[in-house]
């Protein structure tokens, strides 16, 4: 069984990855500097709201994007509806 972190990770690495690193990079790293904050959002149960806020800031503060609004409202929809209890 994968760790809530493992699992968060490897979908902001090729689910989210708003600057396409994926493509080049099959292996996950760009994006953990990240995770913990995601993790800890769902470990107090954020809303989906709340998720996508941190994503949002995170795509157009942190990296600099413009953002992408549909992509990123998806993620954090999914990680929303994470089972947290099927992961370790």
């Known amino acids: 069984m994968a760790s809530l972190l493992e699992t968060v990770r490897q ?4 689910d989210w990855d708003p600057i396409g690193i994926s493509e ?9 500097a990240y995770v913990p904050g995601l993790c800890e959002l769902l470990h107090r149960q954020a ?4 998720l ?6 995170v795509e157009t503060k942190s990296i600099g994007l413009q953002g992408n609004q549909e992509r990123t409202t998806r993620f954090a ?6 089972d947290l209890d099927e992961l370790t």
Do not use: Q
């Open 24 to 32: 080049h990079c099959p292996e996950p790293g760009e994006y953990d």
């Open 77 to 82: 929809h999914w990680l929303h509806g994470l």
């Open 11 to 14: 979908a902001v690495h090729f």
């Open 52 to 57: 996508f806020r941190y994503l949002w800031i």
């Open 47 to 50: 809303s989906e709201v709340e």
